[in-house]
């Protein structure tokens, strides 16, 4: 389809183990948008690319987040050590250009369990 | 700290009616005001946006009104329908990245 894709749709993970998301994003989207979301809250933003580059990474709750975007497509959330409070669903939304004022497309997004 | 809320986590709504959906902020940064839609195991879904300079913005049935002094937007829906049933989430920006309440579940009533 043409819409944002996220793989996978599903991953359970033990604590401490290593995890990586997948966003392929919208064709010719500049900009790629991560954001979390636990239950029961709104989605968090953790990271904002414009193309290749993280224009905004505040919203990285500490050292074992870390997200690449290499090519300026396809972007991919790593997450070292995983704890249990990581649960939750990641969201990956692209949009043509930066800024509010150009619609972001979501992907249905990855939940993540940490067991 | 939230800098958008939404302090009511859900609303029922008989079909036919208006519905008001209520979001407050608390930074006076932010230039642009959205509203996204989500229903179970989608992503949300854009729905209709507001610039700061603004104080409404009509699409359809959906209208979103911005009072800037008091830091308060909401979003209306007239007449509702069976499929506005979601939650709705308020957005906020200042201009890059995208800030969102926490979400108001809509029931419509039949």
């Known amino acids: 389809g043409a819409g944002v894709s996220q793989t996978p749709s599903n991953k359970v993970t033990e604590k401490g183990k290593y995890v990586e998301l997948r966003c392929d994003p919208i064709s010719g989207h500049t900009a790629l948008y991560w954001y979390r979301q636990s239950l029961g809250q709104g989605p968090e933003f953790l990271i904002y690319f414009q193309g290749t580059g993280a224009a905004d990474d505040s919203g990285l709750p500490n050292d074992r987040f870390f997200a690449v975007r290499p090519e300026g497509s396809v972007s991919t959330l790593k997450i070292q050590r995983t704890e249990r409070g990581d649960s939750a669903v990641y969201l990956c939304a692209s949009s043509l250009n930066p800024g509010p004022n150009t619609e972001a497309f979501f992907g249905q997004g990855t939940r993540l369990t940490v067991v | ?110």
């Open chain 2, 1 to 110: 700290d939230q800098q958008v809320k939404q302090n009511s986590p859900s609303l029922s709504v008989q079909e036919g009616r208006i519905s008001i959906l209520n979001c407050d902020y608390t930074n006076s940064m932010f230039d642009y005001f959205l509203w996204y839609k989500k229903y179970p195991a989608e992503g949300p879904t854009f729905l209709i946006s507001i610039s700061s300079i603004k104080d409404k913005n009509e699409d359809g049935r959906f209208t979103v009104f911005l009072n800037k002094s008091a830091k308060h937007l909401s979003l209306h829906i007239v007449p509702s329908q069976p499929g506005d049933s979601a939650v709705y989430f308020c957005a906020a920006s200042p201009g890059d990245k995208i800030i969102f309440g926490k979400g108001t579940r809509l029931h419509i009533l039949p």
